[in-house]
């Protein structure tokens, strides 16, 4: 069974930093690029970025609402999907989930886990 | 970049009804690049369609997609009470930003 379990999320003050972690279980992760995926608090989803696989070179997109503050990585050998959010603003605020990517979609998600960013 | 916009933003049927969705591109797209997904509230989102017509894994035939270039379609036929969900649609992108979400249409069953 493919499981994603986020972790990592709290309260954080504007300009800080936090990191995200996804842990996956039932699949080859080395195998499937991996998505990051928001959603403030009533609000639509929003797409945050995207890696790769080691076939395609580990290469990182995001979208310009992060690009420059947020860093996504991975340790295959652990199974871990990370999200290293930098300068955050209270906009950051969401949910954020983890999900595998698949030809074009995400198949499989975790159940997220909540970023706060308030004083 | 292209935008998807979704309609109608809300939708109240009774069970056994159908109800259909829309989903209008900015700009004509793959339908290979077309996903459907629901989200109940607390829930994580759930694949529902993908390629526009193909339903994912689990999901039952009263679920279907259509469409191509820039009108796209889910429809859910004999309405179930579990059926209330916000729906979105999601389109692929070779150009940043990979993906994109539409707004959402939120379905409502008396």
């Known amino acids: 069974e493919v499981q994603l379990v986020e972790s990592g999320g709290g309260l954080v003050q504007p300009g800080g930093s936090l990191r995200l972690s996804c842990a996956a279980s039932g699949f080859t992760f080395s195998d499937n690029y991996m998505n990051w995926v928001r959603q403030a608090p009533g609000k639509g989803l929003e797409w945050v970025g995207r890696?790769?696989?080691?076939?395609?070179?580990?290469?990182?997109e995001y979208a310009a609402s992060v690009e420059g503050r947020f860093i996504i990585s991975r340790d295959d050998s652990k199974n871990s999907l990370f999200l290293q959010m930098n300068s955050l603003k209270t906009e950051d605020t969401a949910v954020y989930y983890c999900a595998r990517d698949f030809y074009y979609k995400s198949d499989y998600w975790g159940q997220g886990t909540l970023v706060t960013v308030s004083s | 970049e292209i935008v998807l916009t979704q309609s109608p933003g809300t939708l109240s049927l009774s069970p056994g009804e159908r109800a259909t969705l829309s989903c209008w591109a900015s700009?004509?797209?793959?339908?290979?690049?077309l996903a459907w997904y629901q989200q109940k509230p607390g829930q994580a989102p759930r694949l529902l369609i993908y390629g526009a017509s193909t339903r994912a894994t689990g999901i039952p035939d009263r679920f279907s997609g259509s469409g191509s270039g820039t009108d796209f379609t889910l429809t859910i036929s004999r309405l179930e009470p579990e059926d209330s969900a916000v729906y979105y649609c999601?389109?692929?992108?070779?150009?940043?930003?990979?993906?994109?979400f539409g707004q959402g249409t939120k379905l409502e069953i008396k």
């Open positions: 700009q004509s797209i793959s339908s290979s690049y």
């Open positions: 999601q389109r692929y992108g070779t150009s940043l930003p990979t993906y994109t």
């Open positions: 890696i790769r696989n080691k076939g395609g070179r580990y290469i990182t």
